[in-house]
């Protein structure tokens, strides 16, 4: 089943330890986003890869940091979380520019920051 | 940065009524708008989206429509159902199709 999980679902931490939320896909696709959704905010893009190698700051960067060593993931750090961070975030993928722009979506992971 | 307003935050219809969604954007440069369906607990799936090159697009009871020149863009659903209740997201994507601008969401209610 074509699919984008996400670990942990749910997550609560304290400020200040390090977290890394995973995304992994398995579609062969070549481009991947990790999105922040809060209330009446929408979401906000944190970052996005191209492909291996190749990742770019979004609207909302600040405090995040990604990696994009295999093309199947795309791992979310956070390096020192604070209670700003608490959101509802997301991992999506797709075939890439110039092909389709049809994002597929993680279930999401639920992280809140004491 | 691009800015993508949508409206309203919440609409409640009765069964078998026609749903309206509208969103403006302020970047003229982006050119893909799609459109996307929450569902309590899940994450966002695209539903039907629209290039800048094409004034209407249509699948089944989903409609979208842009206007360039007034940069607005609206999500039509006719005939809606129950099962069309959920979170919409409208958003916009410039050229590269790489960074993506989201509305903050309209909570449609179906009333059966």
């Known amino acids: 089943e074509a699919q984008v999980t996400q670990n942990p679902r749910y997550l609560i931490t304290v400020t200040g330890k390090k977290l890394t939320v995973t995304c992994s896909q398995n579609m062969n696709h070549e481009y991947m986003s990790w999105y922040r959704q809060d209330p009446g905010l929408g979401l906000r893009q944190i970052y996005y890869s191209m492909n291996v190698e190749v990742t770019d700051k979004g609207d909302v960067p600040e405090g995040y940091k990604v990696s994009r060593k295999e093309k199947r993931n795309f791992p979310l750090i956070l390096e020192s979380p604070s209670p700003n961070q608490t959101s509802l975030y997301f991992c999506a993928s797709s075939f890439g520019t110039g092909r389709t722009y049809e994002q597929y979506f993680g279930p999401g992971t639920r992280l809140t920051v004491t | 940065g691009e800015n993508v307003e949508q409206h309203p935050s919440t609409l409640s219809v009765q069964e078998g009524d026609s749903a309206v969604i509208k969103c403006t954007y302020s970047d003229s440069a982006s050119n893909y708008f799609p459109w996307y369906k929450q569902e309590l607990g899940k994450g966002p799936q695209l539903i039907i989206d629209?290039?800048?090159?094409?004034g209407e697009k249509k699948d089944q009871r989903i409609a979208v429509t842009l206007n360039k020149t007034a940069k607005h863009f609206s999500l039509h659903i006719t005939e809606t159902q129950p099962e069309d209740s959920a979170v919409y997201f409208c958003a916009a994507s410039s050229n590269t199709g790489n960074q993506f601008y989201f509305g903050t969401g309209t909570s449609l209610t179906v009333i059966p």
């Open positions: 629209i290039r800048s090159n094409v």
